[in-house]
């Protein structure tokens, strides 16, 4: 009967041993860059993407003026980014394409 709880005791220690040591197939490279707006200036807002595609926490939201740069930093080295390219003007967002953002690229942005 010692022995049985003995190598119970022992699977136990192994599995939590196992367990702690199991890691999970998410990417969680993080990212830092420079948004750069290239023709004329821009209001953006600018979430976080996983590694499935699948859009997380906005991580920046502001303006940008022509020529100018904003840094921003991403839990997976991508983003996605919503536009309005008159920012005086009340009009809806536009979709722009997932970007990637690694070792301090400029990324140009409507």
Same mark, same amino acid.
């Given at each position: 009967?010692? +022995?049985?709880?003995?190598?119970?005791?022992?699977?136990?220690?192994?599995?939590?041993?196992? %367990?702690?040591?199991?890691?999970?197939? !998410?990417?969680? +490279? @993080? %990212?830092?860059? =420079? *948004? +750069?707006?290239?023709?004329?200036? !821009? =209001?953006?807002?600018?979430?976080?993407?996983?590694?499935?595609?699948?859009?997380?926490? *906005?991580?920046?939201?502001?303006?940008?003026?022509?020529?100018?740069?904003?840094?921003? +930093?991403?839990?997976?080295?991508?983003?996605?980014?919503?536009?309005?390219? @008159?920012?005086?003007?009340?009009?809806?967002?536009?979709? %722009? @394409?997932?970007?990637?953002?690694?070792?301090?690229? !400029?990324?140009? !942005?409507?």
């Amino acid at each position: 009967m010692n +022995k049985i709880f003995r190598h119970l005791a022992i699977v136990v220690w192994v599995a939590l041993a196992a %367990g702690c040591a199991a890691t999970t197939d !998410v990417e969680t +490279k @993080e %990212g830092a860059c =420079y *948004l +750069k707006a290239s023709d004329h200036d !821009v =209001y953006l807002k600018v979430f976080d993407v996983d590694s499935n595609g699948n859009m997380g926490a *906005l991580i920046w939201q502001g303006r940008i003026h022509q020529s100018q740069t904003a840094r921003i +930093k991403t839990t997976h080295a991508r983003f996605r980014f919503f536009y309005n390219a @008159e920012p005086g003007v009340e009009q809806p967002f536009r979709s %722009g @394409e997932d970007k990637r953002c690694d070792d301090l690229d !400029v990324v140009a !942005v409507p």
